[in-house]
């Protein structure tokens, strides 16, 4: 019950200094490395040979993100739901796989749904050691009840908020996967933001001079954010197959890069030193 109790209600989790970062890269760049090659194996390697495993791959990631997520909120006393949280991350890729959309989302409402009820009829003993009013008002309100109260609204609110921002968003890449040529759609999909923000990060370290937020990113290297380097690798897409309208492939890629390049450097500007 211990192990099964700890998995469920994780502890809070704990300030960890991160790795010592290697000259100018502003991380460890062996280890980024290292996670980067696995997760493009993973991912690639089951697109590319057995889409089913991709399901099964982006569960098993939701899940442990809801995990994390669990342990961060909790350092705040908000607990998530996390048993129908899971159930409810394998409910909307299978219905995302098997079904459709309209299914995907059913099961997302749902999920949410017993979120809620979950959240609500916890038992207050659980978190107080007292019972909530008896009848005939033998045990009167207190504040102690309202905190409970208000204890369980917010979990509330956080167990739809992971719901929404996970497994919700997730099933998105699954019925993408999904359809014909999903697999080039997915990678496609990973890779745009992937490129971007590498590219960004890279042009930062070669040109850049003073961190860009070093209040946010302590110890991250002065970048132009989402620059060239981005730009450059957009052009992964396949081009569109013949007879078929070109609803994707490099031009559409360039533009939706070049587009956010230009929109965030306008948020940016102010606190990046040019070179």
């Given amino acids: 019950m211990g192990v099964v109790s700890t998995l469920l209600t994780p502890p809070p989790t704990r300030d960890r200094a991160p790795l010592p970062a290697t000259g100018r890269a502003g991380r460890n760049l062996p280890a980024a490395v290292g996670v980067a090659v696995v997760l493009v194996v993973l991912v690639a390697g089951s697109l590319l040979f057995y889409r089913e495993l ?3 791959l982006a569960v098993v990631a939701v899940c442990s993100a809801l ?3 669990a342990g961060a909120l909790a350092r705040k006393r908000i607990r998530l739901p996390l048993a129908p949280l899971w159930l409810g991350t394998l409910g909307t890729a299978v219905c995302a796989w098997q079904v459709g959309a309209e299914a995907a989302f059913g099961a997302y409402v749902a999920t949410s749904g017993a979120c809620v009820l979950w959240c609500f009829m ?7 050691g007292t019972p909530l009013e008896e009848s005939g ?6 504040d102690l009840h309202d905190m409970v109260r208000r204890s369980r609204s917010r979990s509330a609110a956080a167990s739809v908020f992971a719901a929404t921002y996970l497994p919700f968003l997730a099933s998105f890449a699954v019925l993408v996967a999904a359809q014909e040529e999903g697999a080039q759609r997915v990678m496609m999909m990973i890779a745009l933001p992937a490129a971007s923000d ?9 040109l850049g001079r003073h961190p860009m937020a070093p209040r946010c990113l302590p110890g991250s290297p002065g970048r132009v954010h989402r620059l060239p380097g981005g730009l450059g690798r957009s052009g992964c897409g396949d081009p569109a197959p013949p007879g078929r309208p070109c609803m994707g492939g490099r031009g559409p890629g ?3 890069v070049v587009v956010s390049t230009l929109g965030d450097l306008g948020s940016r500007c102010s606190s990046v030193t040019w070179v």
């Fill in 67 to 69: 995990w994390e997520m």
């Fill in 254 to 256: 360039a533009c939706v």
């Fill in 54 to 56: 991709f399901v099964l």
């Fill in 137 to 142: 008002n033998a045990v009167p309100r207190s």
């Fill in 122 to 128: 916890d038992q207050a003993e659980a978190d107080t």
């Fill in 198 to 206: 590498t590219g960004g990060w890279l042009v930062g370290v070669l």
